[in-house]
């Protein structure tokens, strides 16, 4: 099994590469981009204000902005709600990728996996569109439920570098594997498959879920982000989208293979016959009640 996540590692990697998918990779893009361009054109200014009066009104902040005051740090208080905004705005921008990649992109990169690699891979059709849609947004509620229960968490040093990618992990998991097999694989397939395999398929989403924490460092340059704010979303989005299309190739190498090992092994079980013992048969010469030699 380790062997098998190398081997599809590896070639996630290489068919990100591929002309193909980089240019799928622009469709999540400008479909965010456009809808966060859109939004922060209309309605950037009456959120930072509604943001900004209602921090005001929290007796702890208003200590601790006075307290920055006393240290020399009192502009602070000025980029605080742009930061706030931005904060909960980035977590949407991941979900909304994610949610995208799964959509328009993990289709058309499952075809070229299934034509370079596994063509005569017969299609079952376990799940059609509608499902996989149903599916998608079941699991990414969750998700964001699950995220916004933890955010106590992340105020503890450790669980901030473990909570979040594990929730990622588990939503990348979920999304990705229903959606690769949704095509090629009935639903019992499906369903043993995502069973048989939980822990390799979680620990892949979890590694994809720190490799997405990657793209968040751009925001580590304090008070350049907000002047750079709309270049880094635009940046962000993009690295986000690549490492959700490596996500899918990798899931899409991997359950693939698995898929074909599994019908592999059920053809050769379902060909081999146990032997039946042929009964012991009477001479014609034999004297009645006896047995031939």
Known sequence: MTRS?????????????????????????????????????????PAVDAVRGTLEQWSLLASFFAWLASVGAGG???VFAPLVIVALAIPVC?????????????????????????PTLARREGAGFVQGL?????????????????LPLWLIPP???????????????RVFSFDVLALHASRDERRQLMTLHRWPLFGMGVLTGYLGA???????????????????????????????????????????????????AEATASTVVPAVAEPLRLSPASPPGGIAA
Do not use: N
């Open 94 to 118: 991941v979900v909304a990728s994610l949610v995208l990649v799964a959509w328009l992109m993990t289709p058309a990169m499952v075809r070229l996996v299934e034509l370079r690699r596994f």
């Open 159 to 173: 669980l901030v570098l473990v909570v979040p990618p594990l929730i990622w992990g588990w939503l990348t998991y």
């Open 214 to 264: 990657a793209p968040s460092l751009l925001w580590a340059m304090s008070a350049l982000t907000l002047v750079l704010a709309p270049v880094l979303i635009l940046v962000s989005i993009w690295l986000y989208t690549l490492v959700f299309a490596f996500s899918a190739l990798w899931f899409a190498h991997y359950l693939l293979a698995a898929l074909q090992d599994l019908r592999g």
């Open 5 to 45: 996540l190398l081997d599809s590692f590896w070639r996630a990697v290489a068919y990100c590469l591929h002309p193909k998918v980089i240019l799928l990779s622009l469709a999540p893009l400008l479909v965010v981009g456009g809808g966060v361009a859109l939004l922060g054109y209309y309605f950037w200014e």
């Open 76 to 78: 602070f208080q000025s």
């Open 134 to 150: 149903a599916w998608s947004l079941a699991c990414t509620l969750v998700a964001l439920a699950a995220l916004v229960a933890s």
